[in-house]
């Protein structure tokens, strides 16, 4: 298997992608922005995602993946599931509308990082799936969910795996994060030599992707 390798999970399927490798630096900050209107469409989101992290990781092409990353619509996060249908209807509960994914890290093996911002009809949509798809990833995972963490924002959730999960899939140390603003649920992975180095990481991109959407 590459060293990029696609995960999907059940009833609520999220793309990401693991790479194992050393520890990276992670004493820049990640590019934050003025808040802007509410999206209309996936390109007006894509603006709003960070464009680089901290750790200086260079961007994956969203081609680089299967399915390509970059822009998606519910029948696309609904087709990471083995019962797309009823992964259809899942989202369409949760009200979802669209969403933008971006990956760092290189062809070969290293660190990544990843981030899934994802849009809803309603701030009660994207709080309800926020917290099933945290709660889901950390059963997947193993792992303490700890919620509301006082080193990131109100509404979100973390899971940090000091040794990875190999049985499922992550082979090295990693930190997650998910987080609810407003209609947004935003995913940040990161995967690292370190489990300090992962979350540092998680850390300064949720801040600063959480400063680009729009406020509630």
Do not use: I
Request: charged share 20%; glycine share 10%; hydrophobic share 45%.
């Amino acid at each position: 298997m590459s060293p990029v390798a696609v995960v999907r999970r059940g009833g609520l399927a999220l793309l990401l992608a693991l790479l194992t490798g050393c520890a990276a630096s992670t004493d820049g900050d990640a590019s934050a922005a003025p808040t802007a209107a509410t999206p209309a469409t996936p390109e007006e989101l894509e603006a709003l995602v960070v464009p680089d992290v901290p750790s200086g990781l260079p961007r994956v092409p969203d081609d680089a993946l299967t399915p390509p990353a970059g822009e998606k619509w519910v029948e696309d996060v609904a087709g990471y599931a083995e019962d797309a249908a009823r992964e259809r209807e899942v989202l369409d509960d949760y009200g979802y509308r669209f969403g933008w994914e971006r990956y760092w890290g290189s062809a070969g093996s290293g660190p990544l990082t990843a981030v899934a911002a994802h849009q809803f009809e309603t701030a009660d949509g994207a709080a309800a799936f926020t917290a099933d798809l945290a709660a889901h990833e950390a059963e997947v995972y193993g792992g303490l969910l700890r919620e509301d963490p006082p080193d990131l924002p109100p509404g979100c959730r973390l899971l940090q795996l000091d040794e990875g999960a190999p049985t499922a899939g992550v082979t090295a140390p990693a930190a997650f994060a998910w987080c609810a603003r407003g209609a947004f649920s935003l995913a940040v992975t990161a995967v690292s030599g370190s489990v300090q180095a992962a979350t540092e990481e998680v850390r300064a991109v949720v801040a600063a992707q959480l400063e680009r959407l729009p406020s509630p």
